[in-house]
């Protein structure tokens, strides 16, 4: 369906704010608790300013280290998670969001990063920010599973050893800001 809205002349993007009813209820600070450990464990963020918005107010939660480029603000509204800032590589952001839509509770995340120095997106690019999602992911082994993509929609092959390994693996190729589609061929063990 986007994908004919954007074939529309005229039409220069199209945001899709499908939001999600979370697995697990969680309160924003509980949300916002999370985000902040993730962000700070994360190694890719070690040297990115961390801020929290909370009811119209900014805390810097961590500066960030002399001379590194990089903050991430957060917000949490009612489950759904605003992040704003600015990060040196897609990768990053990508991986901002990623981290954000895999704490229980969360409903959408709105990524507003932006990328400083300005680079040019491509497939390449969501097939690398897909493959650290997949790495990361504790609840399969990713080196079994391929993925390839084309503009903007991911193939993920291979194989893994439940359906739901398989349907995690299809979720984190979502979760990459930038990606429009998933086809999921993976085969499963049971």
């Given at each position: 369906m986007l994908e004919r809205l954007a074939s529309v002349p005229g039409i220069g993007g199209i945001v899709d704010r499908l939001r999600v009813k979370p697995a697990s209820p969680m309160s924003d600070d509980g949300i916002l608790d999370h985000l902040r450990k993730a962000y700070y464990q994360e190694p890719a963020f070690q040297q990115f300013a961390i801020e929290e918005h909370e009811e119209g107010e900014a805390k810097l939660v961590r500066g960030g280290l002399p001379g590194a480029r990089g903050e991430i603000a957060i917000e949490v509204e009612r489950g759904v998670v605003t992040l704003n800032g600015s990060v040196p590589s897609?990768?990053?952001?990508?991986?901002?969001?990623?981290?954000?839509?895999?704490?229980?509770?969360?409903?959408?995340?709105?990524?507003?990063?932006?990328?400083?120095?300005?680079?040019?997106?491509?497939?390449?690019?969501?097939?690398?920010?897909?493959?650290?999602?997949?790495?990361?992911?504790?609840?399969?082994?990713?080196?079994?599973?391929?993925v390839g993509v084309r503009g903007r929609t991911v193939r993920l092959t291979g194989w893994v050893p439940s359906a739901a390994a398989r349907d995690a693996a299809e979720w984190d190729a979502w979760y990459v800001f930038g990606v429009d589609d998933v086809i999921n061929e993976i085969e499963t063990g049971s």
């Open positions: 897609f990768a990053a952001k990508r991986l901002a969001g990623v981290l954000a839509w895999w704490v229980p509770g969360v409903r959408d995340v709105v990524n507003g990063i932006t990328v400083d120095p300005p680079e040019d997106d491509a497939p390449i690019q969501i097939e690398e920010a897909v493959r650290i999602a997949l790495d990361k992911d504790p609840l399969f082994d990713a080196s079994q599973i391929r």
